[in-house]
């Protein structure tokens, strides 16, 4: 069967990465200087906002409404819909975390908050895109035309250009 998903597919193994890299800046966090964990989190929290958070709006707009057609049934995504706005609150958390860190050295309750933070968003969002690709792809491979795939897969680009064009 072809996948017409693939570009989907390709997408999340690019954002792997960044995510793996969120986990292990979790486990550094109080061993590291604090010059290196500001830099890292910066890191983090860019690719966090002009990346992450546009590919959950994309999915907003133009995939879950596609999986609610295929199914019949718009309120099969509100379960995946509800894990964005708690990776966007987590995301929130991390911002205001950091925004905070100005000592020389971390206080024992801003190393638990940011690696509860982190490791949050690394499960809450690898969480995600297993259950996307093992129930929602393989629903729409099977079920969408190349055509459809292609004007779902512009609308996604589109999306995801409007959110980052806000954040700029």
């Not at 393989?138 to 409007?162: G, I, K, Y």
Request: proline share 4%.
């Amino acid at each position: 069967m072809t996948q017409v998903t693939r570009p989907l597919r390709e997408e999340h193994q690019e954002l792997l990465p960044h995510l793996t890299h969120i986990q292990e800046i979790a486990d550094v966090v109080g061993t590291i200087p604090i010059a290196s964990l500001q830099h890292e989190l910066d890191e983090t929290y860019g690719f966090l906002t002009h990346q992450l958070l546009p590919h959950a709006q994309a999915e907003e707009r133009a995939l879950y409404p596609v999986v609610g057609r295929l199914l019949d049934a718009p309120e099969a995504t509100a379960t995946m819909s509800r894990d964005h706005v708690e990776i966007t609150r987590w995301v929130e958390q991390l911002g205001e975390l950091r925004s905070h860190l100005r000592n020389e050295r971390l206080e024992v309750s801003q190393e638990r908050a940011l690696r509860r933070v982190l490791y949050g968003l690394f499960a809450l969002v690898t969480a995600h895109f297993a259950k996307e690709e093992e129930v929602y792809l393989p629903l729409l491979d099977s079920r969408l035309t190349h055509e459809e795939a292609r004007q779902m897969f512009e609308a996604m680009e589109q999306a995801a250009r409007e959110a980052k064009s806000v954040l700029s």
